[in-house]
């Protein structure tokens, strides 16, 4: 069964800094791009990232270029959103999200950032 | 950026109903569409993608159609379990964006 948890969302200051976490397991996760989509209280879905399988390319919303950064680590099946520079608009549940044929095909349950002071 | 509008926003409907739901892209997307059913408080699950292929498990009363700018989600008779709030996403260029959503409540 394919499992995606994400772990690290919390309270934060705006201009403060969190790493969000995504354990992967149930596929071969080598194999996959990876992406995080957030969704702000009561709002819609909004893509945030991706990255490809090895690293070797990343994709970004512009309105976090810059201060969100994307990486993976195959060896621990884990995929991570550093997010620095916070803003009161990043507030949202941030779900990690398995890429398969271009289409988010498996969701994690989702962690929440609240970004306030 | 190309952007997806929804319609309607709002859909009152009865268990049974037929519904459809509407997709516009700004411009064309060719087939690069997927629809996702999100419920209170969950993740979004996916439905649909290349815009007509029901994923696997899906119910077949759930069907989608369209290419270019304008696709359709469609349930033939509604189950009290597809109350929900669905969103296409279009995946043919980045940024990928969704929908605003379209909320599908009881009668």
């Known amino acids: 069964e394919v499992q995606l948890v994400e772990s690290g969302g919390g309270w934060v200051q705006p201009g403060g800094s969190l790493r969000l976490s995504c354990a992967a397991s149930?596929?071969?996760?080598?194999?996959?791009?990876m992406s995080w989509v957030r969704q702000g209280p009561g709002r819609g879905l909004e893509w945030v990232a991706h990255?490809?399988?090895?690293?070797?390319?990343?994709h970004y919303v512009d309105s976090v270029k810059g201060r969100i950064t994307v990486s993976r680590d195959n060896a621990k099946n884990s995929v991570f959103l550093q997010m620095n520079s916070l803003r009161a608009e990043d507030t949202a549940v941030y779900y990690c999200?398995?890429?398969?044929?271009?289409?988010?095909?498996?969701w994690g349950q989702g962690t929440l950032v609240t970004v306030s002071s | 950026d190309i952007q997806l509008t929804q319609s309607p926003s709002f859909l009152s409907a009865s268990v049974g109903d037929r519904v459809t739901i509407a997709c516009r892209a700004s411009?064309?997307?060719?087939?690069?569409l997927a629809w996702y059913q999100q419920k209170p408080g969950k993740a979004p699950n996916f439905l649909i993608y290349?815009?007509?292929t029901l994923q696997s498990g899906v119910p077949s009363r759930f069907s989608g159609s369209g290419s270019g700018t304008e696709f359709t989600l469609t349930i033939s008779s509604l189950q009290p379990e597809d109350f929900a709030t669905y969103y296409c996403?279009?995946?043919?260029?980045?940024?990928?964006?969704f929908g605003q959503g379209t909320r599908l409540e009881i009668k």
């Open positions: 149930g596929f071969t996760f080598n194999n996959y791009w």
């Open positions: 990255i490809k399988e090895d690293g070797s390319e990343k």
């Open positions: 411009q064309g997307i060719s087939s690069y």
């Open positions: 999200v398995r890429i398969n044929s271009r289409v988010s095909d498996k």
């Open positions: 290349a815009a007509s």
């Open positions: 996403q279009q995946v043919d260029s980045y940024p990928v964006t």
